[in-house]
């Protein structure tokens, strides 16, 4: 083929670096600022921000000028404390007009009521005699307080327990983490339970494992644990604790006590909170000390910030340090999250720039436009300009159809002067099957439809249809998975029974479910409880209880399964050796007759209204479809330390989701008719940092299915499909496992789990090269013969080159590039050669590739 003189063509036609730098530009484009559109942002100006929601005592406001009016709030709101050896840290947060805190614990005066109830040193109480009083405390004018009690002075120090006391101190310290004594094989002949999930285990392992080794119950201090820890002995973890210290103190103290098993009695933690609730802080640099409480099975409440262990989930944003001090680092957004025990809480933290902030002038357009821009306001964030019509245009088709426009539906949408085109533009879609098709689809890739485990083509086909019939005749998602859980019968008479043919082991249904319908990862805990996320092992037993009695027999025909209720098989609980009651995530434990079906439990439970996790699930499932990301990201990473960019929105996208009866159609409405849908990609001054926060449109490579349904629609060719006839789109491919290279070279899901990690939008060097060689580019532009056929009709050059870039890139070519394609074409030999290598350059455009 002959070579169209232009830049892009000749860049990549004449080497191999001409095609590796194709591939760096097309890799970098995402993070980059995009050319096309409209004009660079002017600053707009006016400031303003209201207070977050804050939990604490009551504070008095001091009304000075907007931007030094503040509220205080106090950490925590009520002080009890049950032991003469009991601390209490206090920590005091300003929070000011313009919605910024900070941690003042430091410079604010604290004044005791009555002296001889409590004793302040610096932000810490302590109890000196039984008794209620109130401490007054006093910031810049601003005054607040709390109150106080000392419920028993007869008690000098709080019992000792390994569960309480001495594993906390281990698992802050780092013995039983991941890379030390916690590992699977453990660490120089000793092992832990990963961050202590195994009390009992890790009792035995430190006082009856190779008895007389590890602890000297005459000499405390002598014991192998204790020279180690101090790093008196080589020890590969150094020496995590400081002789002397506090946690020495209560090491040595245990084992001088006899190192004795915890009574049965023992009070037992039930939960933590951890304070404050959030932060704004307004520069890099500053600091918020962090507070964590645990609460008790006896109604106690104990400071265990010392013993809490602290992680940041975006140090470029803020880092935290051993004990509990976040640290600002740059602009952005971020989660610090404690553990202590089995639990696990955290605090969100927004960093600003330090620069004053002019008011958005962004006029929302509805309730995801009001709490997108809170959150660009607490951020300091202003969003880029909305996005010229053909951008828009090109971008609702993508994201609503997969498919381009037509040249007609181009020429009838540029010439609509109405202000009201776009959103009659998105219900226009959102009610085309089009629309459904894109959403069976993904709905296909979380069922993991594909030949599998014995699957044959006649059960794929029938599960493959029943969801598109399903699908299409209007049935929401929540009913789909009613009918699908509790599936019972043959594989060719009820097909939704296939699903359980993808995976046929308790534990791995488990997982499937959790992370395809509430967004949950539950891996880590089947063998320990999850280090950064709440789950323990009961837990993930418990859940996978609910699948243990799935009971599976052959049929007459062999490639037919029956899958029924086997009303037998409980898990057993592999550490504590006991069965395992079903339990719903996050939930409660439940009680069943034994002739009764548990997935029918389950179903009603996942599917149901009052389930948050689902409804929050689809809908983060729909907003990363049109967003590119998703609230939470991956959309199926949900945890403590993985928290939502804008917990708000995403709350408000749930509860829409339920209100409208899970119809998926009313919500893609809502979100593509946002303003926050229809921004630009090209960044401003003030959001060129964000990449979570949807202040600007993302660059997105097109996912290979859309990709090639738009390369055959553009050159009026079609494609054969394993399962689908001629003509068929590349999205209603039932089979994943179906041979396309081109899927396979764009990264289609293998649907092997229901991660959507296995859709891979990342541009590849083979991808490139299929793009310039392949028959996918070429071949079909001389298949489809549009060129040939034009110029063969009198059709002007220049008006095939008009219909090329509107249909591949919905817009007319600009000026520069008229002009040079004019002189080219007026110097043409063979205008049909010269028209064909444009094509070819135009499918090979990154503007063509991606959605923007």
């Known amino acids: 083929m002959r070579v169209f003189n232009s830049e892009l063509c000749a860049a990549l036609r004449s080497s191999l670096a001409g095609w590796l730098r194709f591939l760096v530009v097309w890799a970098c484009i995402a993070s980059s600022q995009s050319t096309w559109g409209s004009e660079p942002l002017k600053a707009p100006s006016l400031v303003g921000s209201s207070n977050p929601a804050v939990a604490g005592a009551t504070a008095v406001i001091v009304a000075t000028d907007s931007t030094a009016s503040l509220s205080l709030v106090v950490y925590p709101e009520t002080v009890r404390l049950r032991y003469l050896s009991d601390r209490q840290q206090l920590v005091v947060q300003a929070v000011y007009a313009d919605g910024s805190t900070q941690d003042v614990t430091t410079r604010a ?19 000196l005699s039984a008794g209620d ?4 405390i006093q910031f810049e004018g601003v005054t607040t307080e709390l109150t106080t009690s000392v419920e028993s002075a007869d008690v000098m120090e709080r019992p000792l327990r390994f569960r309480n006391d001495v594993l906390p101190l281990l698992t802050h310290s780092g013995c039983n983490a991941g890379k030390c004594h916690g590992s699977a094989s453990g660490k120089d002949g000793f092992r832990l339970s990963l961050y202590g999930f195994d009390p009992e285990g890790d009792f035995y392992r430190i006082t009856r494992e190779m008895s007389g080794r590890r602890l000297q119950l005459a000499a405390p201090d002598r014991s192998l644990l204790i020279h180690k820890a101090i790093g008196e002995v080589p020890h590969t973890g150094g020496a995590p604790i400081e002789l002397g210290s506090p946690a020495y103190r209560t090491l040595v103290t245990w084992i ?28 890099p640099g500053e600091t918020q000390q962090m507070l964590v409480l645990a609460r008790y099975d006896d109604g106690s409440i104990r400071d265990v910030t010392s013993l809490a262990v602290f992680f940041s989930n975006n140090e470029a944003t803020a880092t935290v340090g051993i004990a509990g001090e976040v640290t600002s680092t740059g602009p952005g957004s971020g989660f610090i999250m404690s553990r202590f025990d089995q639990f696990t809480a955290g605090m969100p933290i927004v960093v600003r720039s330090g620069k004053s902030y002019p008011e958005p002038t962004f006029e929302p357009a509805n309730y995801i436009d009001e709490l997108a821009l809170a959150r660009w306001r607490d951020l300091h964030v202003h969003p880029s300009e909305l996005c010229a019509d053909e951008v828009f245009l090109r971008r ?6 997969g498919k381009l426009p037509t040249l007609e539906q181009v020429n009838s949408f540029r010439v609509d002067t109405t202000s009201d085109k776009r959103q009659r533009l998105v219900k226009e879609l959102v009610n085309q099957p089009d629309f459904l098709d894109l959403w069976i689809m993904k709905l296909a890739e979380l069922l993991q439809i594909r030949r599998a485990n014995g699957l044959t083509a006649k059960g794929l086909s ?9 699908v299409h005749a209007g049935v929401p998602v929540d009913q789909l998975i009613r009918e699908l859980i509790p599936a019972s019968g043959s594989t060719f008479e009820n097909p939704p029974t296939s699903y359980f043919q993808t995976e046929t082991t308790p534990q791995l249904l488990a997982e499937n479910i959790a992370q395809a319908f509430l967004g949950t990862r539950i891996q880590c805990a089947q063998c320990h409880n999850h280090p950064f996320d709440r789950w323990t092992m009961d837990d993930y037993y418990g859940f996978a209880s609910f699948v243990s009695q799935v009971g599976y027999k052959q049929a007459k025909d062999p490639r037919e399964i029956t899958v029924y209720n086997a009303g037998e098989g409980n898990l057993v609980h592999p550490v504590a050796g006991r069965e395992v009651r079903p339990k719903f995530l996050g939930g409660e434990y439940v009680e069943h007759a034994p002739e009764k079906d548990l997935r029918e439990s389950l179903a009603n439970w996942l599917a149901s209204a009052e389930n948050p996790a689902f409804s929050k ?29 804008n917990p708000e929105l995403l709350d408000a996208l749930s509860q829409k989701l339920v209100e409208y009866q899970f119809d998926v159609r009313r919500l893609a409405y809502d979100i593509c008719t946002s303003k926050t849908y229809q921004l630009a990609t090209q960044a401003n001054a003030w959001n060129a940092w964000d990449d979570r926060n949807f202040s600007h449109a993302r660059i997105r490579r097109i ?18 499909f394993s399962g689908l006839p001629l003509g068929g789109r590349a999205i209603e491919v039932p089979d994943s496992s179906s041979s396309n290279y081109f899927l396979e070279t764009f990264g289609r899901a293998s649907r092997n789990t229901p991660c959507s990690c296995e859709v891979s939008t990342s541009p590849t060097l083979s991808q490139a090269l299929h793009l310039l060689n392949g028959e996918n580019t070429s ?24 219909q090329i870039y509107l249909t591949c890139l919905t817009r007319s070519t600009n000026l520069q590039e008229r002009a040079a394609i004019e002189e080219k074409l007026s110097q043409a030999s063979d205008l049909n050669a010269e028209l064909v290598d444009l094509f070819w350059a135009v499918l090979n455009s990154n503007e063509f590739v991606f959605n923007h």
């Open 256 to 283: 001088a006590d006899g190192a004795q098993a915890d009574p049965s009695d023992t009070t037992l933690p039930v939960g933590i909170d951890v304070f404050p609730q959030k932060a704004v802080l307004a520069t």
């Open 109 to 127: 005066a604290l004044r005791v009521e009555d002296p001889h109830v409590v004793a302040v040193d610096g932000a810490t109480l302590t109890p």
């Open 396 to 401: 609702a088709y993508l994201d609503l159809n």
């Open 617 to 645: 699930n689809i809908a983060n499932i729909l907003w990363a479809q049109f967003m590119g990301i998703g609230i939470v990201d991956p959309v199926d990473d949900m945890r403590i330390s993985n928290p939502p960019s």
């Open 462 to 470: 029938l599960y493959d249809q029943w969801l598109r019939e399903t």
């Open 779 to 802: 071949g079909k532009i001389l298949e489809g013969g549009l060129i040939q056929n034009q110029l063969s009709a009198g059709k002007p050059p220049m008006a095939i080159v008009e």
């Open 133 to 136: 009083t109130r401490i007054e």
């Open 703 to 720: 996912r290979g299915e859309v990709l090639l349904d738009c390369i055959s629609q553009v050159t009026l060719t079609s494609d054969t």
